[in-house]
């Protein structure tokens, strides 16, 4: 981790590398984008991260313990922001206790109102409220400690439609306990980390496309080189998944999966 001073003044930067999946740490030359943790004299401040294509701010996220936490990942506590490529802002919420809490809004490209909704302790709670870019509303959802308990949906003339979820996340065929059927099944112990006794999380960031297949397959946090390349071979061997979907229609997305090798 590289460090930045400013003479004449106390606060000093750390700046890190970081791959595409935003979270493994490469080399500057491999990287995809880069962060900025600023501490104050507390132990708080912010870790602002950038796109290294063109220096382009990404997001920006507000801490009360930069290494504080469960896992020494620090205390999310206040504002926190997130831009579209061309500046404009794209994400706007607050976090209490690393939970969203709070008004959360989204904007398009183009600065428009895309939606908002309200979280309590990380759960979504009471209404969300949706909009074309015409600014005319699309959607209306309500929840109930992070239920969705009721929706309606509209054409931009504002007749109601057929109604299906803003956001529906990507899955395997089957679903999660088929899922863990198809690990247990596939994965296979490496002999040299029986032998040596390892046993641990291998993680692994990767998108799910929109055909269904992966791409950006990366090990975020290892085991031992033998199990992280067991766990992206069965990965790499599973069957095309349910692709995520955006307002009905399939996009890219990020997808966080633990494996876990265990001596019994």
Do not use: C
């Not at 390349?229 to 399939?250: F, H, I, T």
């Amino acid at each position: 981790m590289a460090l930045l001073s400013v003479a004449g003044q106390q606060a000093v930067a750390q700046v890190r590398y970081l791959s595409k999946s935003g979270v493994k740490e490469v080399p500057a030359a491999e990287a995809h984008f880069f962060e900025v943790k600023e501490e104050n004299a507390t132990g708080g401040g912010t870790l602002t991260r950038y796109l290294t294509a063109d220096s382009s701010k990404v997001s920006l996220y507000t801490y009360s313990d930069l290494d504080g936490g469960e896992y020494k990942t620090g205390v999310k506590e206040g504002p926190y922001y997130e831009w579209h490529r061309n500046g404009n802002l794209k994400i706007e919420g607050n976090y209490s206790h690393n939970k969203l809490h709070g008004e959360y809004r989204a904007w398009y490209e183009g600065g428009q109102l895309y939606y908002k909704r309200l979280y309590e302790k990380g759960m979504e709670e009471d209404t969300l409220k949706a909009y074309y870019e015409s600014g005319k509303l699309r959607r209306v959802e309500m929840y109930d400690s992070g239920e969705m308990v009721s929706g309606k949906l509209y054409s931009e003339a504002g007749k109601e439609v057929v109604f299906f979820p803003m956001t529906q996340l990507p899955s395997f065929p089957g679903g999660e306990y088929d899922m863990l059927r198809f690990l247990a099944s596939n994965i296979k112990y490496p002999k040299h980390m029986q032998k040596a006794g390892v046993q641990g999380l291998v993680v692994l960031s990767f998108v799910v496309q929109p055909d269904g297949t992966f791409k950006d397959i990366e090990v975020v946090k290892g085991v031992h080189p033998d199990g992280d390349a067991e766990a992206v071979r069965v990965l790499q061997k599973m069957p095309l998944w349910k692709p995520g979907l955006e307002e009905g229609k399939p996009t890219d997305m990020h997808f966080v999966l633990p494996v876990r090798y265990s001596i019994r």
